[in-house]
């Protein structure tokens, strides 16, 4: 049972653009997200997160929203670069301590030049 | 001056062997994890160890036995392996689990593939 879904499989964007990513979730016990970024034959790179008790994070071009009610949240990157092209993962943690992540399936992210 | 590194990189072997893995990090952490990449790509959590002490056990095969000799260190055995068990293997560290608030750095994964 997935508990934390990005249904996009793909995403491609011009270079200057607004690159919108999307991720849902169904435990509304979840108290912390985060997103990373993942190049081939590396390792997801952290790249921002939220708690829970805000709405919206934000970081130079990077930017998440979260929608409590809704359990969803979005990450905004702008302006969008051809760097900026890999596969975007979300995660959530929560309730309690445990550091236990839950991902979702990735979203691949393409700027064009 | 990697952060979490693995080794191997790779790891092609045959079904029924032993294999490990081994992680180390030198951020300080005292939180460290083994996560499965499936497949379909999916990143799932494993295990975790606090301090050499351990704190998530997901449903895994006994096959797999984390071994954590200090808190920079967090290797992962597996016993007769089968093919279902090809994947790539991510290690990750935090700091303490006292908050959840942390996030967590990852190696740049293991490819173990099964003959």
């Known amino acids: 049972d997935q508990q934390v879904k990005q249904n996009s499989p793909s995403l491609s964007v011009q270079e200057g653009r607004i690159s919108i990513l999307n991720c849902d979730y169904t435990?509304?016990?979840?108290?912390?997200f985060l997103w990373y970024k993942k190049y081939p034959a590396e390792g997801p790179t952290f790249l921002i997160s939220?708690?829970?008790?805000?709405d919206k994070n934000e970081d130079g071009r990077f930017t998440v929203f979260l929608n409590k009610s809704a359990k969803h949240l979005s990450l905004h990157i702008v302006p969008s670069q051809p760097g900026d092209s890999a596969v975007y993962f979300c995660?959530?943690?929560?309730?309690?301590?445990?550091?236990?992540?839950?991902f979702g399936q990735g979203t691949t992210l393409q700027v064009k030049p | 001056d990697t952060a979490v590194s693995q080794t191997p990189k790779y790891l092609v072997t045959q079904m029924g062997n032993d294999k490990s893995i081994k992680c180390e990090q030198n951020?300080?952490?005292?939180?460290m994890y083994w996560y499965k990449q499936d497949s379909k790509k999916f990143l799932k959590i494993m295990f975790s160890?606090?301090?050499?002490?351990?704190?998530i056990n997901e449903t895994v095969p006994n096959r797999f036995s984390p071994k954590s000799p200090d808190k920079a260190h967090l290797n992962l055995h597996i016993n007769s392996l089968e093919l279902g068990d090809s994947a790539v293997y991510f290690c990750?560290?935090?700091?303490?689990?006292?908050?959840?608030?942390?996030?967590?750095?990852f190696g740049d994964g293991t490819r173990l593939s099964i003959l």
């Open positions: 939220i708690s829970s008790i805000k």
């Open positions: 995660a959530a943690s929560g309730p309690g301590n445990t550091g236990k992540l839950i």
């Open positions: 435990n509304s016990m979840f108290d912390y």
């Open positions: 951020l300080g952490h005292d939180t």
């Open positions: 160890y606090n301090n050499k002490e351990l704190i």
């Open positions: 990750a560290s935090s700091h303490n689990t006292g908050s959840s608030n942390q996030p967590q750095h």
